[in-house]
């Protein structure tokens, strides 16, 4: 198994562009969730999903949007990217419709310029 | 507002030394509290706590929690060079999680 793989490792935006993180998991997991992590404040949850086309707003959802069409894909859209989203992204899944013993992927590192 | 609070934010001790995280909260709809190590990159998974008084141990590590005091405690024994890392606490909700800020522990030779 390849847990949860993201991809880009790293990205470099422009104020105003847009892109999408992915992230894809092989347990057949049924809870995914998308988290930024800035120094000193720990993970925030950003959206959710409990599974195939459910996802829901977590603590810090505004300029992001996500889908979840398949169980295995989670992809994380940035609308209209601002230095305010520079941050580490990390998507973690669990089984089960709870977010308990997540497993996390290795990140992506983006820098908003 | 819910929130998760560690203690300290940063502790430096030498290798042998014993050392204890503390995490406190105060969240709407608790379900459990989970503790996770982080490293270079991505978080993995300590231990999950449901239940007041029971502890949880793997090797050198234990935890317990306190649901009337709102708080959990992580302890290490024996402390080794390896387990310099950030420490997260977190608090299981029905269905989201809210982490703490961590505590970054450095284990000097």
């Known amino acids: 198994n390849a847990g949860v793989t993201q991809t880009p490792k790293f990205q470099v935006l422009k104020t105003g562009q847009s892109m999408t993180l992915q992230c894809a998991q092989d347990m057949n997991h049924e809870y995914m969730s998308w988290y930024r992590q800035d120094p000193g404040m720990g993970l925030r949850l950003i959206h959710y999903?409990?599974?195939?086309?459910?996802?829901d707003q977590g603590e810090v959802p505004n300029g992001y949007n996500v889908s979840r069409s398949t169980t295995e894909d989670f992809p994380l859209r940035l609308l209209s990217a601002a230095p305010s989203q520079t941050s580490v992204y990390f998507c973690?899944?669990?089984?089960?419709?709870?977010?308990?013993?997540?497993?996390f992927g290795p990140g992506t590192r983006l820098t908003v310029t | 507002e819910d929130k998760v609070v560690q203690s300290p934010l940063s502790l430096v001790v030498h290798e042998g030394d014993t050392v204890t995280l503390n995490c406190s909260y105060e969240v709407t709809n608790f379900r459990s509290l989970l503790w996770y190590k982080q490293e270079k990159k991505a978080p993995t998974f300590l231990f999950m706590l449901?239940?007041?008084?029971i502890e949880k141990k793997s090797g050198r590590l234990s935890s317990i929690l306190d649901k009337k005091e709102l708080f959990s405690i992580l302890n290490i024994t024996a402390t080794q060079t390896g387990d310099s890392a950030i420490y997260l606490c977190a608090v299981g909700r029905d269905n989201d999680m809210r982490f703490g800020a961590g505590t970054r522990l450095t284990v000097k030779p």
């Open positions: 449901t239940s007041s008084g």
């Open positions: 973690a899944s669990s089984p089960g419709q709870a977010p308990y013993e997540q497993y």
């Open positions: 999903s409990v599974g195939a086309g459910i996802t």
